[in-house]
């Protein structure tokens, strides 16, 4: 059950979307993302399938993976879907009491779904393709002229990396403790919303005290091994931008560029 | 030879009005490149000994040397550091990346090294712990004991002359342990690093040059393990163990039989036996 | 008689159908009677803990059968909470399952979703602290201040205030010191003797379990290696050196000696049956 999330796993490899700068990746998924918010009709959307297929493709991604990490956010989609369906005002196909199935209703939750699909699946690879260090690291660097005014960049950016780092880790905790508990007759599955809560407290309370056991043990680690901020810190692995990393960034452009402009055109 | 870990009447309370020391007027001297085992029952203060051979907790009274250092002294905590490197007991609490290689490139990271020299303590810490092959993998997906090894390299990439181990078996099984005492052992041979091993296992325990026992806070027994073990009602009323070997041996004598006490490996308790049974 | 527990060619795989599917357990078949006391061993991934979540249905077994005191647990999905009060569960570093505001209460958690009476729990609580050797004062204590000793006793109370019939723990002296481990043994086999329970121990250490079980379950990738009295599975060494066990070091000194050419049983695994044997050799007078 828990296993399932995908979300923000990395699964290592060495193709080139794996090896591109994480800030051309960070800026690409941008991109993209603004690429399918201004899409208007479908040549725009075909486009941005387009550019899905390819980057995973050449990522090698495995497509059950891309389909995989869908599933914990199905609800959402069909719940999105069916309200479009119903409130969207326009010709009517179908009339039922208050409900209204609309021809502008069909469309517009077929587009919503197409893109909330594409947006799931083009940011999730991102994370599969980069090592969360990686990512982090893009971030900081991205928002480095931030810290001129005083935002703590590298520390927001440790937190990040710390918390992808301990997500399998507390995952595999509150399952051991919610077998621990079930062992002991707790009942997670059944009553009331209100009683389900409440039965929540044998596994929260342990998680909750686990968790700060662990980050204090963590913190005092990372000091055994010298950590003091990010002043002063060099890397195993310095980003540094290659041909391939201006050329994806300018095919990126020029995508999002006819993603915007085919919505006007056609 | 040179020491290493000098404790000079080292006291130490957890509470501030001090009624209950975890560590009595401890004094204790460790040479450079010897591999010492910590034993104690629980809340022997092992662990809290520890702790002061790497700053991360400061004497309440008495002093605390690492290479000469004082760990009183706040200037010198980082250099105290990286001298005396230390593991704890959960690998996972310990391992900061979501790469192998990104962790153990962690501390030279922070102690602003170029990036080849980085680049080089990684790839020859992993190799001193056999981990070389999993530089990619995520931490995640390996066994316990590699965990550990993988902590280890974490600390070794800082070159530490010293490594103290919190009971770094603790929570791995049979095969993850005999991984963990191995490297350990070769890292005191093959590179000359001091280890202090603190551990409930006694056999482990068996394999270090010297052997100290703490109990309430105090030293009881200072020795080799031979030794060490041939106390073995001291042991046991300090709430430990001996190997069987030589428990064996002990209940062998105390029913007045001629044997010694110090067959503490299979090998050489058989051998003991061997004679007595020919006698 | 009922056995306590009988498996009938039990499969377990994880992930079925998807790229990470494993086998974790491939048709066992496996019984254990009443009043037993088994060691189950084996290395991590062996599958032991795969196996012991089966005896009170928090797994649902992929193929085969598992009775639990003559009842099949899955023939009937929505009663299956029942065996998890049957087959009362310790697991690996219980400690961290506590949550409750007092030691009581957290201990009474188990008897409280059983539906008993207050009178009831109260007892049971009682007798399940002086089962793991705790003293009645720590109850109204909150189990975060109790030692770590103490919060492994409280915990191990916890499911002992079930009173299971068959009471399975997984690893309940792990990170202890020499004496605390023989405390919560001697505390476990006290509890096997008084109510007559079925106790399955899951333990790396092999001297634990040649000092407290009668029976010793062997497990490897999945299966079943070998079954039997201490004695019978330590007199196969080789055995268990090939699922990365290993007999216990009393064990290795008699083969050593045998090897040596002294005339010793080499079935013997713990120090009383080896001084036994050797003052007998010595024609008893030593």
Redesign the interface.
């Known amino acids: 059950m828990l296993?399932d999330i995908t979300l923000g796993q990395y699964f290592p490899g060495s193709t080139l979307i794996h090896r591109l700068d994480p800030r051309v990746k960070l800026v690409a998924a941008f991109l993209y993302i603004v690429a399918l918010f201004s899409a208007q009709g479908p040549v725009a959307y075909g486009l941005c399938l387009l550019w899905l297929v390819l980057v995973t493709s050449v990522s090698k991604v495995?497509i059950?993976l891309m389909l995989k990490g869908l599933k914990p956010l199905l609800f959402i989609i069909i719940f999105t879907a069916v309200l479009n369906v119903f409130y969207t005002p326009g010709r009517i196909i179908y009339e039922f009491y208050f409900l209204h199935i609309t021809y502008e209703g069909i469309a517009l939750a077929f587009y919503m779904v197409v893109r909330i699909i594409l947006l799931i699946t083009g940011t999730s690879l991102l994370t599969y393709t980069t090592s969360p260090i990686m990512l982090t690291d893009g971030i900081e660097l991205l928002l480095n002229p931030l810290k001129k005014i005083k935002v703590p960049v590298h520390e927001l950016s440790m937190m990040m990396t710390i918390a992808l780092r301990f997500i399998p880790t507390l995952i595999e905790e509150t399952e051991?403790?919610m077998?621990?508990?079930?062992?002991?007759?707790?009942?997670f599955e059944s009553g009331r919303l209100i009683r389900r809560i409440k039965a929540l407290?044998?596994v929260l309370?342990?998680l909750f005290?686990?968790a700060f056991r662990r980050a204090d043990e963590l913190a005092v680690a990372m000091e055994c091994r010298l950590y003091r901020g990010g002043e002063g810190r060099t890397r195993l692995k310095e980003l540094s931008l290659t041909r391939a990393d201006y050329y994806s960034l300018a095919f990126c452009l020029v995508f999002t560029a006819l993603a915007i402009l085919s919505g006007k055109i056609f | 030879m040179r020491e290493i870990i000098k404790t000079e009447q080292l006291r130490f309370s957890y509470q501030s009005p001090e009624t209950v020391l975890a560590l009595k007027d401890l004094s204790i001297t460790i040479p450079e490149g010897q591999f010492v085992a910590v034993l104690?029952?629980?809340?022997s203060g092992k662990s809290t000994l520890a702790k002061h051979m790497n700053a991360i907790l400061l004497p309440s009274g008495g002093a605390c040397y690492i290479a000469g250092m004082d760990t009183r002294d706040k200037s010198l905590i980082y250099d105290i550091r990286r001298t005396a490197g230390m593991v704890f007991?959960n690998p996972d609490n310990q391992i900061v990346a979501t790469v192998v290689e990104e962790d153990v490139a962690f501390a030279p990271e922070n102690m602003g090294l170029p990036q080849k020299e980085i680049r080089r303590r990684v790839d020859e810490a992993l190799l001193s712990v056999g981990m070389q092959d999993y530089k990619q993998s995520a931490p995640y997906h390996l066994?316990?004991g590699q965990k550990q090894r993988v902590a280890i390299a974490g600390v070794i990439a800082m070159r530490p002359r010293c490594i103290i181990l919190d009971?770094p078996t603790?929570?791995l099984?049979?095969?993850?342990r005999d991984e963990i005492l191995s490297t350990i052992k070769s890292l005191n041979k093959n590179h000359g690093i001091t280890i202090i091993l603190i551990t409930?296992n006694?056999?482990e325990a068996a394999e270090a040059d010297r052997i100290l026992v703490l109990s309430k806070g105090s030293l009881l027994i200072d020795g080799t393990p031979k030794e060490v073990f041939e106390n073995v009602e001291t042991m046991k009323s300090a709430?430990?163990?001996v190997?069987?070997?030589v428990?064996?041996l002990y209940?062998?004598k105390k029913?007045?039989?001629p044997v010694s006490l110090d067959g503490l490996r299979?090998?050489e308790?058989?051998?003991i036996?061997?004679r007595?049974?020919e006698a | 008689m009922v056995k306590s527990i009988e498996v009938k060619n039990l499969t377990h795989v994880y992930?079925a159908g998807?790229?990470f599917e494993t086998t974790a357990l491939s048709d066992i078949s496996f019984s254990v009677e009443k009043g037993e006391f088994v060691g189950i061993i084996g290395?991590?991934g062996s599958g032991k803990s795969t196996l012991i979540?089966h005896f009170?249905g928090?797994k649902k077994p992929t193929s085969g059968t598992v009775m639990i005191e003559g009842e099949d647990v899955w023939a009937n999905p929505r009663d299956v909470?029942k065996f998890?009060?049957r087959a009362?569960?310790v697991?690996q570093y219980?400690e961290?399952?506590?949550?409750e505001e007092t030691v009581f209460l957290d201990i009474a958690?188990?008897p409280k979703?059983?539906g008993l009476k207050q009178s009831e729990i109260e007892e049971r609580v009682l007798e399940a602290v002086e089962f793991v050797g705790l003293s009645p004062d720590i109850l109204e204590k909150s189990p975060?201040d109790l030692?770590?000793?103490q919060k492994r006793r409280a915990a191990i109370a916890?499911?002992i205030a079930?009173r299971p019939g068959i009471l399975i723990l997984d690893e309940p002296t792990?990170?202890?010191?020499?004496?605390?481990r023989d405390d919560i043994l001697l505390h476990i086999s006290e509890y096997h003797k008084k109510m007559n329970a079925t106790v399955l121990l899951v333990t790396?250490s092999m001297?634990d379990i040649a000092k407290t079980v009668n029976r010793i379950t062997v497990l490897s990738r999945g299966k079943i290696l070998t079954d039997g009295t201490p004695k019978e599975v330590f007199s196969e060494p080789e055995l268990l050196k090939s699922a990365?066990?290993?007999v216990?070091?009393?064990t290795?000194?008699?083969l050593?000696?045998r090897?040596?050419?002294?005339p010793v049983d080499t079935t013997v695994y713990t120090?009383?049956q080896?001084?036994k044997q050797?003052?007998a050799?010595?024609g008893g007078k030593?």
Request: net charge neutral.
């Open positions: 296993q495995h059950r051991k403790i077998n621990a508990q079930k062992a002991r007759g707790a009942d407290s044998p309370i342990p005290v686990s | 104690g029952h629980n809340g007991q066994s316990g009971e603790a929570m099984d049979p095969i993850g409930h006694m056999n709430g430990l163990s190997p069987q070997t428990e064996l209940e062998l029913l007045g039989c299979v090998n308790c058989a051998d036996l061997y007595f049974l | 992930s998807t790229p290395h991590t979540q009170n928090l909470k998890r009060f009362g569960m697991f219980p961290y399952q506590l949550f958690f188990g979703n059983m975060f030692s770590g000793g916890g499911v079930m792990a990170g202890l010191d020499p004496r605390g790396h001297e990365g066990l290993s216990p070091q009393v290795r000194v008699f050593r000696l090897e040596l050419g002294a120090v009383e080896a001084v050797l003052s050799l010595r030593v």
